[in-house]
T-cell receptor, first 113, second 111 residues
Framework: DAGVIQSPRHEVTEMGQEVTLRCKPI?????LFWYRQTMMRGLELLIY????????DSGMPEDRFSAKMPNASFSTLKIQPSEPRDSAVYFC???????????FGQGTRLTVV | KQEVTQIPAALSVPEGENLVLNCSFT??????LQWFRQDPGKGLTSLLL?????REQTSGRLNASLDKSSGRSTLYIAASQPGDSATYLC??????????FGKGTTLSVSS
């Protein structure tokens, strides 16, 4: 398996634009996690899915953020409208069970200007 | 609410030294503890996972210990090499949620 695949690797957008980040988890993994990493706050959990169903979205900062998992092999994180404070690295991770080893993608570095 | 703390935030050592990175957590009701490595501009690579019933886990020059009762874990790196330079993060899963991370220790090993 190629591991967790995220796209794009880098995204630069203007404030107010819609941004969509994509993730393909490892095949057979039932859990998918979205994290955000900043220098100030470190790694923060945004939302996670089990069998394509959102389980905990308490980390989603506000209504501008939304996440979907239409099938077992694809998830999106959307920010609309984007703001400069959303600039961060967004990671997707997957695991077979919630408490087993988690595997991370390479991340998407988002810059909102 | 679970909080994970890593000390020190940064560490510089000469090549060949043995070193210890520390991780502490406030709630001992954990299923396991994971140590990750992150290189600049890269994702996280899992190094070791210690189950709550274990006290130690080893992989090559790395040894991780876990003391649930005191809320502590250590990552021991033997005979450090410049290639070990990276940020090391520990994380614990909590019931009802996913991994909670510390802010990491940035290690620099000079040759």
């Amino acid at each position: 398996d190629a591991g967790v695949i995220q796209s794009p690797r880098h995204e630069v957008t203007e404030m107010g634009q819609e941004v969509t980040l994509r993730c393909k988890p490892i095949s057979g993994h039932d859990y998918l996690f979205w994290y955000r990493q900043t220098m100030m706050r470190g790694l923060e959990l945004l939302i996670y899915f089990n069998n394509n169903v959102p389980i905990d979205d308490s980390g989603m900062p506000e209504d501008r953020f939304s996440a979907k998992m239409p099938n077992a092999s694809f998830s999106t994180l959307k920010i609309q409208p984007s703001e400069p404070r959303d600039s961060a690295v967004y990671f997707c991770a997957s695991s077979f069970l919630r408490d087993t080893e988690a595997f991370f993608g390479q991340g998407t570095r988002l810059t909102v200007v | 609410k679970q909080e994970v703390t890593q000390i020190p935030a940064a560490l510089s050592v000469p090549e060949g030294e043995n070193l210890v990175l520390n991780c502490s957590f406030t709630d001992s009701a954990i299923y396991n503890l994971q140590w990750f490595r992150q290189d600049p501009g890269k994702g996280l690579t899992s190094l070791l996972l210690i189950q709550s019933s274990q006290r130690e886990q080893t992989s090559g020059r790395l040894n991780a210990s876990l003391d649930k009762s005191s809320g502590r874990s250590t990552l021991y790196i033997a005979a450090s090499q410049p290639g070990d330079s990276a940020t090391y993060l520990c994380a614990v899963p909590m019931a009802g949620t996913a991994l909670i991370f510390g802010k990491g220790t940035t290690l620099s090993v000079s040759s």
